[in-house]
């Protein structure tokens, strides 16, 4: 059913691309003869998922005009395809699975708010926390990762759903068993840190970023330094225990200002 939806978009698309061809011609000959010197740009943001429903003779040239028309039907081929994947995430075969989780973050990692609008991020973060608690599977735990933080970077507000992922990331840091893995959840924890700070530091976040500080990259060990930076701006008396025992660490990296420059921000 999927796939006969998808070849009758395409047909719609390309019978949609030939008419629109034809309406424009014209319009390209008035204006290149009163204005030889106009030129159009590409949007940069013209997700890769798009092109290939072109036709291969299609004159790139007409894409600038084309993408206004054609963003309706493309929201349409995007919430296809990220079903598509959705299935694939949630399919029982691993190799379906990185497949999908692969192309997930290639269509997030080129996207934007514009771009992703009709994105199902309430469906796929499940799919994507599912898949970072495969132990035995270092590269669909570390995909999935990937997918989360392009997610928070490609859509901001998706971080409040994102947050759910919080416990799952923390355990990535708990008990190391893929360092890429590991700094890959610090990553994802550092961009939920700017809004949610509250909830990894009520979740004990702050001692499990670091706990294993030493054995990271120097940029992952600025990320768990800029968490527990977010963690510390705002914290109430109550909350000063979840802190505690990690005050010896952080004042031995207060002698560090060049290579840990992110934790003078708690002294402020």
């Given at each position: 059913m999927l796939k006969f939806c998808m070849l009758f978009l395409l047909c719609i698309l390309r019978l949609f691309l030939f008419l629109s061809f034809l309406s424009l011609l014209f319009f390209f000959s008035f204006s290149l003869c009163f204005s030889p010197s106009l030129s159009f740009s590409l949007p940069p943001s013209l997700p890769s998922v798009f092109l290939p429903y072109l036709p291969p003779s299609f004159p790139p040239s007409l894409l600038p005009f084309l993408f206004p028309l054609l963003s309706p039907?493309?929201?349409?081929?995007?919430?296809?395809?990220a079903q598509q994947l959705l299935q694939g995430l949630q399919a029982s075969d691993?190799?379906?699975?990185?497949q999908a989780v692969i192309e997930m973050c290639q269509l997030?990692?080129?996207?934007?708010?514009?771009?992703?609008?009709?994105?199902?991020?309430k469906s796929v973060v499940p799919a994507?926390?599912?898949?970072?608690?495969?132990?035995?599977?270092?590269d669909i735990m570390n995909h999935a990762c990937r997918a989360l933080t392009y997610m928070?970077?490609?859509?901001?507000?998706?971080s409040a759903v994102v947050v759910d992922a919080i416990p799952v990331f923390l355990e990535k840091l708990q008990v190391?068993?893929?360092?890429?893995?590991?700094?890959?959840?610090?990553?994802?924890?550092?961009?939920?840190?700017?809004?949610?700070?509250?909830?990894?530091?009520?979740a004990g976040g702050l001692?499990?970023?670091?706990?294993?500080?030493?054995?990271?990259?120097?940029?992952?060990?600025r990320n768990a330094l800029a968490i527990a930076?977010?963690?510390?701006?705002?914290?109430?008396?109550?909350?000063?225990?979840?802190v505690a025992d990690s005050l010896p660490l952080l004042t031995q990296r207060l002698t560090h200002q060049v290579k840990y420059e992110p934790i003078l921000h708690i002294m402020k």
């Open positions: 039907l493309f929201f349409i081929l995007l919430c296809s395809k691993e190799s379906q699975q990185l997030l990692v080129m996207g934007n708010e514009e771009t992703l609008g009709g994105f199902p991020v994507l926390i599912t898949l970072l608690q495969m132990e035995h599977n270092f928070m970077e490609a859509l901001p507000r998706s190391i068993q893929c360092i890429d893995v590991a700094e890959q959840a610090l990553t994802a924890l550092e961009m939920l840190s700017r809004r949610h700070s509250k909830a990894i530091l009520q001692a499990d970023c670091l706990l294993y500080l030493e054995f990271f990259s120097i940029n992952a060990q930076a977010n963690c510390c701006q705002s914290i109430t008396p109550d909350e000063f225990h979840f």
